[in-house]
């Protein structure tokens, strides 16, 4: 796991700590905002730093030769996107590394590859993360995780530099059904998950 990435654990489990608390328990399995602009997502099993409230929206995803249902939340800002899409494969493999590159293929499209590393979130989750380029000179931030039939998408188009694009890149946490980040190593923390 990255040394960013680490910091971004222990920023959220910080952050969580001081204000799970207040969340209601009617909300627990719908989207919880446990401070400004963290968002955490149970059913979908993520959390993430979102510049602004995430909107949301069911799409088909395509992957090699499979299609399968997938939810994307997303916040668009003019020219600035961040999303994080979650890939549903239920009927197939609870980790498959080959579904992770082949979900890397088009990001690699998308401009000058600057910086590409086989990061996984944490052992036995395999991941990649890539930093590119754009012709048009905006970064495009990226990584790509799969645990428990779920392939994660996170996308921070933004000018380069961007804090906003840089923060949410490394506020991605992976949870489990009661809310614990799957990083076993670095944080532990429970998210107001609990059914």
Do not use: W
Not at 61 to 82: C, H, I, S, W
Not at 98 to 106: L, R
Not at 157 to 180: H, K, T, V
């Amino acid at each position: 796991m990255s040394r960013f990435r680490a910091i971004s654990a222990v920023l959220l489990s910080c952050v969580a700590a001081s204000v799970s608390s207040m969340a209601p328990a009617a909300e627990q399995t719908d989207t919880i905002a446990i401070a400004p602009n963290v968002y955490v997502r149970c059913q979908y099993r993520i959390a993430a730093i979102f510049p602004s409230p995430p909107m949301m929206r069911d799409i088909t995803y395509t992957n090699g030769d499979l299609k399968v249902p997938a939810r994307q939340f997303y916040v668009e800002r003019g020219m600035d996107l961040f999303s994080v899409t979650v890939a549903d494969f239920t009927n197939g493999p609870a980790i498959d590394d080959t579904i992770v590159e082949n979900a890397v293929v088009p990001l690699r499209q998308r401009g000058e590859v600057r910086f590409q590393h086989p990061e996984d979130y944490t052992p036995g989750i395999p991941g990649r993360q890539l930093n590119i380029f754009e012709a048009n000179g905006r970064q495009h931030r990226a990584s790509v995780y799969m645990a428990d039939h779920r392939l994660v998408i996170t996308e921070a188009n933004a000018a380069p530099g961007d804090f906003n694009a840089l923060q949410f890149e490394q506020s991605i946490l992976m949870l489990d059904a009661n809310g614990r980040d799957l990083n076993n190593v670095a944080n532990r923390q429970r998210y107001a998950c609990e059914k």
